[in-house]
């Protein structure tokens, strides 16, 4: 079955740690997307990279870092510089070249617990 | 920039009662308008679509029109059920110079009680 694989589900670090969600899309999408989720505050967009070794900075990049090396494949580091980092962290991807931008497929999430 | 507005939640309604989300949005352009939908510890999924004016998106008995003079894209749906219950989250895609993204309202919260 095709789809997004964020993994793990559920994440706990310690203050001052650099962590890193995994992303991994078999959709052979080329446009991937990272959001963060916080409660009454909907999603806000962290970077996005419409090809692979090309990434853009989004909303709310400070204290985030991403690579893009593999098609399938946008890791998300979250660094000791974020000052906030406990959230719903969620994956995206779309079509690209050919196929349209439109519509986004999302993963199922990772909740990160920073402590 | 663009945005997005929804009507804030939690909207409790009775099973078979009729749903109204409100969404507007502020663009520039010709935006694409989605609704997506997330269960309780879920990632998002698409509900609903619409790419141009008067185009009406439809699916598992939800609607939501494309009023380009209004600027709305309101949900409805006729009869909910418990398993509605979820959260709501009205979008517009917005295309820039890195490329296209998407921008989301703050979601609505929906109970469903029988």
């Known amino acids: 079955d095709g789809g997004i694989t964020q993994s793990p589900k559920y994440l706990f670090r310690k203050e001052g740690q650099n962590v890193t969600l995994s992303c991994e899309q078999n959709l052979n999408h080329d446009a991937m997307y990272w959001y963060r989720q916080d409660p009454g505050q909907g999603l806000r967009l962290i970077y996005y990279?419409?090809?692979?070794?090309?990434?853009q900075k989004g909303d709310i990049a400070e204290g985030y870092s991403v690579s893009r090396e593999k098609k399938e494949s946008f890791p998300l580091t979250v660094t000791s510089a974020q000052k906030n980092p406990t959230a719903f962290y969620l994956c995206?991807?779309?079509?690209?070249?050919?196929?349209?931008?439109?519509?986004?497929?999302f993963g199922p999430g990772t909740r990160l617990t920073v402590t | 920039g663009d945005s997005v507005t929804q009507m804030e939640g939690p909207v409790t309604l009775s099973e078979e009662a009729f749903l109204t989300i409100n969404c507007t949005y502020t663009?520039?352009?010709?935006?694409?308008l989605f609704w997506y939908v997330q269960y309780p510890g879920e990632g998002l999924q698409l509900l609903l679509k619409?790419?141009?004016?008067?185009d009406k998106g439809s699916n598992k008995g939800f609607e939501a029109t494309y009023r380009k003079e209004t600027t709305s894209f309101h949900l409805e749906k006729g009869s909910v059920q418990v398993s509605d219950s979820a959260v709501y989250f009205c979008a517009l895609t917005s295309y820039t110079g890195g490329g296209n993204k998407l921008t989301f309202g703050t979601g609505t919260q929906l109970k469903v009680e029988l």
């Open positions: 990279s419409q090809i692979v070794n090309d990434f």
């Open positions: 663009a520039t352009g010709y935006p694409s």
């Open positions: 619409a790419t141009k004016a008067d």
């Open positions: 995206a991807s779309t079509g690209g070249l050919g196929t349209g931008f439109d519509e986004q497929y």
